[in-house]
């Protein structure tokens, strides 16, 4: 009996793990270097880490293609994905929006030919060939407003083809745009005024974490208070509250 009771209580405690352990999850993105890395290490990382420590959560981040990422997470596979805008739960009804961004994210049309305008907004676009990146739910619902519709595997790609004339418009993120323009050799290229839209992009936890949304979203709101956030992630910082 002593010796089954012992056996009982080792079992025990390698279940339960060392008092005040921290409990990991597992969150992908697709974001690209520098606001994440597949290592790990870029500014978006960088804050959803914090956030978990101040939790008391491990957090181990995963590189994944944009739709597969989303997909991982929806299924449970992975915990959590980012940087997304709160409504792809609609389709994704597994996730939950954490209700404090992480990011502002300002959507742009970009062009090479000097005779490219959109100054009506989504609506100047009809009369252009319109390459956007493939499965971004922003640019996808507005092509009604497209003249020719190209969905885009790579966002390197996109800017190539608008370079060489494939294209009209590319349309894409900001400040992504000019750190790809930038890497590769395309800063000629233009960001045209005024910009089409922008939103505010979150973590999103898969539904069976839904108790750590609320505190999730506490931690995020004491780091733009605090200072973390800007001191983590200035772009993220410079997006939701202004210039420093």
């Known amino acids: 009996m002593g010796r089954y009771l012992t056996i009982l209580w080792l079992a025990i405690a390698v279940s339960i793990g060392p008092a005040g352990a921290a ?5 992908n993105t697709y974001a690209i270097p520098p606001l994440s890395t597949k290592e790990g290490t870029g500014f978006y990382d960088a804050v959803v880490r914090e ?3 101040r939790i008391g959560h491990n957090i181990t981040i995963v590189w994944q293609p944009e739709r597969r990422g989303i997909r991982l997470a929806n299924g449970g596979e992975d915990d959590g994905h980012y940087p997304r805008i709160a409504s792809v739960s609609e389709e994704f009804r597994n996730l939950i929006p954490v209700p404090v961004p992480i990011y502002r994210s300002i959507f742009v049309a970009i062009a090479k030919r000097p005779d490219v305008e959109v100054k009506g907004g989504w609506k100047s676009l009809r009369s252009y060939s319109v390459g956007y990146p493939m499965g971004w739910k922003i640019f996808e619902k507005k092509d009604e407003h497209f003249g020719t519709s190209v969905p885009v595997a790579s966002p390197p790609s996109l800017l190539r083809m608008v370079d060489r004339g494939r294209i009209d418009v590319a349309l894409y993120e900001k400040t992504a745009f ?6 590769e050799g395309m800063t000629h290229l233009r960001i045209l005024e005024p910009s089409l839209n922008s939103f505010d992009l979150h973590l999103l936890l898969h539904k069976k974490h839904a108790s750590l949304v609320p505190m999730f979203a506490a931690a995020l709101k004491g780091m733009t208070e605090d200072g973390t956030l800007r001191k983590l992630c200035p772009p993220c910082a410079e997006s939701i509250l202004g210039p420093d």
């Open 51 to 53: 956030a978990g420590r």
């Open 23 to 27: 409990e990991s999850l597992v969150i």
């Open 178 to 183: 000019g750190l790809i323009a930038t890497k």
